[in-house]
């Protein structure tokens, strides 16, 4: 059914200076500093979570 298990995250862009929720959301998903890179799963809270902070982030799918 689903064959993406999830994403692999990475903080490419500082938050400094960014709103508040953005910031918020890239704490979210555990990343504190510029290349830092998290593995987070497929679902539809962590896919909003990658789009409203699209622009700090570069976002790798996992296929398995």
Do not use: C, W
């Not at 998903?29 to 789009?51: F, K, Q, Y």
């Amino acid at each position: 059914m689903a064959s993406n298990k999830g994403y692999k995250v990475t903080l490419v862009k500082s938050v400094f200076g960014q709103l508040k929720a953005h910031r918020a959301t890239v704490r979210g998903l555990g990343l504190r500093r510029i290349r830092d890179t998290v593995t987070v799963a497929d679902t539809p809270e962590i896919r909003g979570m990658l789009s409203a902070s699209r622009h700090l982030l570069k976002v790798e799918e996992l296929k398995g």
